[in-house]
């Protein structure tokens, strides 16, 4: 059980437990999120507003229009989730928001949406790392504790963490330079699709040879990652049809390339359980909703490692895994002064 005490007008400690309905707002992106959630994995409510439909025709997030979009939908998705709920917030234990990392406007609206329903219902506030939410999608559902081996998988981030207990947790490797979507994104801009790219590139994956084309794997030390030089190889290889004037061979370039990322990602998650001795490991973030990168962490249970991920509703940001963060972690900003970051 946790105890926090952060309430404007009382110094009680307020308790946390298994009971306990802690409602959340996610706005650190281009979805404004809200969700209600029952000791940490039971979620009664799970509403998420998109902006892909405003954003696609810039080929990316606009930050100061998908602020603009936060403010008008974080009523909206508030109202709707007390409504999924059937409650109200007299029977929130606390609140909790998302403080960072992510885009500072986008992230402003939804932490002080949550600061103003803590101060309006005298109930604590919770401030949210955005990459632990990530990795508490997986204890929604489920009865996943740890120590495990996390494998997270972000447009922004690509990092494999140690997770001891849930006040220890370390990132023992990640990307010297590009993320794994940054680079999935890049690539399908690449070859012309629309944005997003990341998931219509997997789409188009399943219909290449993964062996059509041999890309390289970024050649770095211990457990972290390089993408930077599969991007390039993946222009010059686009640049062999294009200079020709020969027609790409679409879905052979997106099986092969996202075989050489899928292969990567599994070769150093099994190294680092092997070295740490884990027999669980934990895939999070938007783009462990992968199929190839999905399927080949899940072959690690034919060794006889445990495997978790989130169910896809959960893998794209959502306001329930910020509410399950909340609940879990240790390591939290419980305090109503807390301020946003852009960054780790």
């Given at each position: 059980?946790?105890?926090?005490?952060?309430?404007?007008?009382?110094?009680?400690?307020?308790?946390?437990?298994?009971?306990?309905?802690?409602?959340?707002?996610?706005?650190?992106?281009?979805?404004?999120?809200?969700?209600?959630?029952?000791?940490?994995?039971?979620?009664?409510?799970?509403?998420?507003?998109?902006?892909?439909?405003?954003?696609?025709?810039?080929?990316?997030?606009?930050?100061?229009?998908?602020?603009?979009?936060?403010?008008?939908?974080?009523?909206?998705?508030?109202?709707?989730?007390?409504?999924?709920?059937?409650?109200?917030?007299?029977?929130?234990?606390?609140?909790?928001?998302?403080?960072?990392?992510?885009?500072?406007?986008?992230?402003?609206?939804?932490?002080?949406?949550?600061?103003?329903?803590?101060?309006?219902?005298?109930?604590?506030?919770?401030?949210?790392?955005?990459?632990?939410?990530?990795?508490?999608?997986?204890?929604?559902?489920?009865?996943?504790?740890?120590?495990?081996?996390?494998?997270?998988?972000?447009?922004?981030?690509?990092?494999?963490?140690?997770?001891?207990?849930?006040?220890?947790?370390?990132?023992?490797?990640?990307?010297?330079?590009?993320?794994?979507?940054?680079?999935?994104?890049?690539?399908?801009?690449?070859?012309?699709?629309?944005?997003?790219?990341?998931?219509?590139?997997?789409?188009?994956?399943?219909?290449?040879?993964?062996?059509?084309?041999?890309?390289?794997?970024?050649?770095?030390?211990?457990?972290?990652?390089?993408?930077?030089?599969?991007?390039?190889?993946?222009?010059?290889?686009?640049?062999?049809?294009?200079?020709?004037?020969?027609?790409?061979?679409?879905?052979?370039?997106?099986?092969?390339?996202?075989?050489?990322?899928?292969?990567?990602?599994?070769?150093?998650?099994?190294?680092?359980?092997?070295?740490?001795?884990?027999?669980?490991?934990?895939?999070?973030?938007?783009?462990?909703?992968?199929?190839?990168?999905?399927?080949k962490i899940f072959s690690l249970q034919d060794l006889g490692y445990k495997v978790f991920a989130p169910q896809m509703k959960y893998c794209t940001d959502n306001a329930s895994m910020v509410a399950s963060a909340a609940f879990f972690f240790e390591h939290t900003f419980d305090n109503i002064d807390v301020e946003v970051f852009?960054?780790?």
């Open positions: 059980m946790k105890k926090i005490k952060n309430t404007l007008f009382s110094n009680k400690p307020v308790t946390i437990n298994d009971n306990s309905l802690i409602m959340a707002i996610e706005s650190s992106c281009d979805e404004t999120a809200c969700a209600i959630v029952k000791g940490g994995r039971e979620v009664l409510a799970n509403v998420v507003a998109s902006q892909i439909k405003t954003h696609e025709k810039f080929g990316g997030v606009i930050p100061e229009i998908a602020a603009r979009e936060h403010l008008e939908a974080v009523n909206v998705v508030v109202e709707e989730a007390f409504k999924q709920a059937g409650v109200n917030g007299n029977d929130i234990t606390a609140f909790a928001g998302t403080v960072g990392p992510g885009l500072v406007g986008c992230l402003l609206v939804g932490m002080n949406a949550a600061k103003s329903l803590a101060l309006a219902y005298d109930k604590p506030f919770i401030g949210i790392n955005h990459l632990n939410a990530h990795l508490a999608a997986n204890f929604i559902d489920t009865d996943l504790e740890p120590p495990f081996i996390a494998l997270l998988v972000s447009g922004g981030h690509t990092q494999i963490i140690e997770m001891k207990s849930y006040s220890e947790l370390s990132i023992i490797g990640e990307t010297i330079d590009d993320a794994v979507g940054e680079t999935y994104d890049k690539v399908a801009r690449l070859i012309g699709l629309p944005y997003p790219g990341g998931p219509k590139l997997d789409k188009m994956a399943n219909e290449g040879n993964p062996q059509a084309f041999k890309l390289p794997e970024g050649k770095v030390d211990g457990y972290n990652f390089s993408f930077s030089g599969l991007k390039t190889a993946s222009l010059r290889l686009v640049k062999s049809f294009t200079d020709k004037n020969l027609p790409l061979p679409l879905a052979d370039i997106c099986a092969s390339f996202q075989e050489c990322v899928s292969s990567t990602l599994y070769k150093k998650v099994k190294h680092a359980l092997e070295e740490t001795g884990y027999k669980q490991v934990v895939l999070a973030g938007g783009v462990a909703a992968n199929s190839e990168i999905r399927r852009s960054r780790v």
